[in-house]
């Protein structure tokens, strides 16, 4: 019997295509789905690693790609990385110093995982308002952000708060998402500034 991954589909053929995980068919779903990148967008991806995402980006923009993690991020053509923690004030800076405004942020990021399921929710939402935040001092107005949430009690509240910063927010589970996951993402368009 062979790992979780040996029996994921998506995953196989996401490393048959060259992506880094299957989450690269969660970005492209939303893309074909809502139309938030556009050709000569700059972008910073949060939560990057291991770069699936940006390695999507890349095809997907001829603008500069920043992409943000704690962790290192194997080199991608094209693309500039930054090794740090969203939250902190100096990676921040170095940001958008690099990029200045952008036109769209990204954030497949979550949490490790404790299993404890209403404390990772929680901390899963108190990551997506970290990376609302971070979208509202870098994105431009008519700016677009697309984050991954997990559904719980304090979802509503996230969804709420990017609804007062965005014109247009829509909810939306991937079909690459595992069956059973509360995933979701939320598509938010046009940045009031």
Not at 35 to 48: C, K, P, T, W, Y
Not at 51 to 56: D, N
Not at 79 to 96: M, R
Request: overall charge positive.
């Amino acid at each position: 019997m062979g790992s979780q991954w040996s029996r994921d589909k998506v995953y196989l053929r996401a490393k048959h295509e060259g992506f880094r995980s299957r989450a690269s068919y969660k970005l492209i779903e939303i893309q074909e789905k809502f139309a938030v990148i556009r050709r000569d967008d700059n972008i910073i991806d949060l939560g990057a690693a291991p770069g699936s995402w940006l390695q999507v980006l890349r095809t997907l923009t001829d603008g500069r790609v920043l992409g943000i993690d704690l962790n290192p991020i194997a080199d991608i053509e094209g693309i500039e990385t930054l090794e740090g923690d969203l939250t902190d004030p100096v990676v921040q800076k170095q940001a958008k110093e690099m990029l200045g405004t952008v036109c769209i942020v990204v954030c497949d990021a979550a949490p490790k995982l404790s299993g404890h399921k209403s404390y990772d929710q929680a901390r899963a939402i108190a990551l997506g308002e970290e990376a609302l935040l971070f979208a509202c001092n870098v994105l431009k107005p008519g700016g677009n952000f697309v984050i991954k949430s997990f559904q719980g009690a304090d979802f509503p509240e996230l969804l709420a708060a990017i609804q007062g910063q965005f014109y247009a927010v829509k909810t939306y589970s991937t079909k690459a998402t595992r069956k059973g996951s509360t995933e979701i993402y939320i598509i938010a368009k046009n940045f009031k500034g």
